[in-house]
């Protein structure tokens, strides 16, 4: 498949660090961070988006079914790490939410060579864990066209599932084929094509809200407590106990 990804915006070069190599440390580090600033505005712009995600997500949660993330390479990782987070934070099953990465664990600490080019496979990942109808598929993917998280869009949809697509490109790919398009436009990266940085800082941002937007309506937090956090450690047995007295305090001022 040819395509020319130069004419992706997270591919461009952006002239505002064309010298980076030739700035002090500081001036580096400035620079990153003047860029980092655009970050929170772009996502702001979608936040009519991420909500609609947010309340499909909670409502496929309501009745039973799962939210699963599928990327490749950085995408990947960050659905996987945003999953993983869920069990110890608010208490739920780690079946519930699930990230899947194009070549598997492995590929979490490696690059596996050709897997986000392989649209089949992600079906396979799909079915091997028996995704279905009731359940939410959110790809991740900054470019928009990485055909793994492409290929589990369409089996999505071709069972009857809820699909959101998180990317970081207007009129990408994945944003035309998804039920809710979720598209902060971050732009040239201080470090050309490198979308581990602000595309994917975007998309951590993104994912942080879905999930704990979605377990807040479905009752996972009180005030702004984590009432069902699993003390697992000293640190979180320290945390339960203050949010415990915490939440009885409130309840008592409520009364």
Do not use: W
């Amino acid at each position: 498949m040819n395509e020319n990804f130069s004419a992706l915006t997270t591919e461009q070069i952006n002239p505002a660090t064309a010298h980076i190599d030739e700035c002090t440390t500081l001036e580096m580090v400035r620079l990153i961070n003047d860029e980092d600033k655009k970050i929170a505005a772009a996502v702001e712009k979608v936040l009519p988006e991420i909500a609609r995600a947010v309340d499909a997500i909670a409502e496929s949660f309501s009745r039973g079914g799962r939210l699963f993330y599928i990327g490749a390479g950085t995408s990947g990782r960050l659905g996987v790490l945003d999953a993983s987070e869920c069990p110890p934070t608010f208490g739920v099953n780690p079946e519930m939410v699930q990230g899947l990465i194009a070549g598997g664990e492995s590929a979490l600490i490696r690059a596996v060579e050709g897997a986000e080019d392989n649209r089949q496979l992600a079906e396979k990942n799909l079915r091997e864990k028996n995704f279905s109808a009731a359940d939410v598929l959110v790809g991740i993917t900054a470019s928009g066209r990485t055909p793994y998280v492409l290929g589990g869009i369409e089996f999505a949809k071709k069972i009857g599932a809820i699909t959101v697509g998180v990317s970081c490109v207007e009129n990408s790919a994945l944003a035309k084929i998804v039920d809710i398009a979720i598209t902060p436009v971050t732009g040239a990266e201080a470090l050309t094509g490198s979308t581990r940085m602000k595309a994917g800082t975007a998309t951590k941002m993104v994912l942080n809200m879905l999930t704990t937007a979605a377990m807040i309506k479905i009752g996972k937090v009180r005030g702004n407590l984590m009432v069902c956090v699993q003390a697992t450690n000293d640190k979180l047995r320290d945390r339960l106990k203050r949010i415990n007295e915490l939440s009885a305090t409130s309840l008592k001022l409520k009364a």
